[in-house]
């Protein structure tokens, strides 16, 4: 009973701490992302779970950023930036992109709204494992389960077990 109390209590707290960090991330401008296609391998492979600092303003922006932008598709795309041109509107990027296991680059002007950030760090295969528990309810039902148990007051229990 008390490896289970400290399992259950060990495993609440790691949810936590991990929930702090992704909020705290996102509220200091940080966006997650899920890599849905294998057109950055081997660096960034499919399935991973990119951040990307979406406070980054275009003209910080270098060849060789990884960035996240939306298509004309409507799609996020993140890709690495191959060239960038000049442009008398300072509000867009013409730029050249390119995924890394792509032979072909794509020729987009980037703006304000199209433009969704830089990456800043990323985790290999954890936006799989995100997308299926925020996908699958069963999971929700154990979580719930856990915090549940993990709110339960187990002194307080073993001490009127001790009483009667």
Not at 16 to 40: D, Q, T
Not at 68 to 86: G, I
Not at 132 to 139: F, T
Request: charged share 15%.
């Amino acid at each position: 009973m008390k490896i289970l109390k400290n399992l259950i209590t060990i495993t609440a707290a790691l949810a936590g701490i991990i929930g702090v960090l992704a909020l705290i991330l996102v509220l200091v401008g940080f966006r997650p992302f899920i890599l849905k296609s294998e057109s950055m391998e081997p660096i960034y492979t499919k399935g991973s779970l990119c951040w990307v600092n979406t406070r980054v303003d275009l003209d910080s922006v270098e060849v060789g950023d990884v960035l996240v932008y939306r298509s004309p598709a409507n799609t996020l795309v993140l890709h690495r930036l191959v060239e960038k041109s000049s442009s008398a509107d300072t509000s867009s990027l013409p730029a050249t992109m390119q995924g890394d296991a792509n032979s072909m680059s794509q020729d987009v002007t980037l703006s304000s709204i199209n433009f969704i950030g830089r990456e800043a760090f990323t985790i290999p295969r954890l936006g799989m494992m995100v997308e299926h528990i925020l996908s699958n309810n069963a999971i929700w039902f154990i979580v719930a389960v856990f915090a549940l148990l993990a709110a339960v007051p187990w002194e307080s229990i073993h001490r009127r077990k001790c009483i009667e």
